[in-house]
């Protein structure tokens, strides 16, 4: 649990410790809430989606979310598009 000096101010680096101290369960919870809540926080009204793109990115989110197992990780994605360019590229070039 945060906690908060006689002032109630925390540092910007209080803060990131006690978010990497939380477990993968908490930061997820974390990460929702802010997300949910960043117009407000931030005060940015401009983010410049439609209500169906927000609600494309929610539904995203929460298969995301509900089957972590479905996502692909980051890491080697530029190398696998490019290996399906080239894929379908070869397909291609040999059905002339």
């Given at each position: 649990?945060?906690?908060?000096?006689?002032?109630?101010?925390v540092s910007l680096e209080q803060l990131e410790s006690a978010i990497l101290g939380l477990t993968p369960?908490?930061?997820?919870?974390?990460?929702?809430?802010?997300?949910?809540?960043?117009?407000?926080?931030?005060?940015?009204?401009?983010?410049?989606?439609?209500?169906?793109?927000?609600?494309?990115?929610?539904?995203?989110?929460?298969?995301?979310?509900?089957?972590?197992?479905?996502?692909?990780?980051?890491?080697?994605?530029?190398?696998?598009?490019?290996?399906?360019?080239?894929?379908?590229?070869?397909?291609?070039?040999?059905?002339?």
């Amino acid at each position: 649990m945060l906690r908060f000096d006689k002032l109630n101010y925390v540092s910007l680096e209080q803060l990131e410790s006690a978010i990497l101290g939380l477990t993968p369960e908490e930061r997820q919870r974390l990460a929702v809430w802010f997300e949910e809540n960043r117009h407000e926080l931030l005060g940015d009204e401009s983010d410049g989606l439609t209500k169906e793109q927000e609600a494309e990115v929610i539904r995203r989110r929460d298969l995301a979310v509900a089957h972590p197992e479905l996502l692909e990780p980051w890491d080697g994605t530029i190398e696998r598009v490019r290996e399906r360019l080239h894929e379908f590229h070869r397909q291609k070039t040999s059905a002339r």
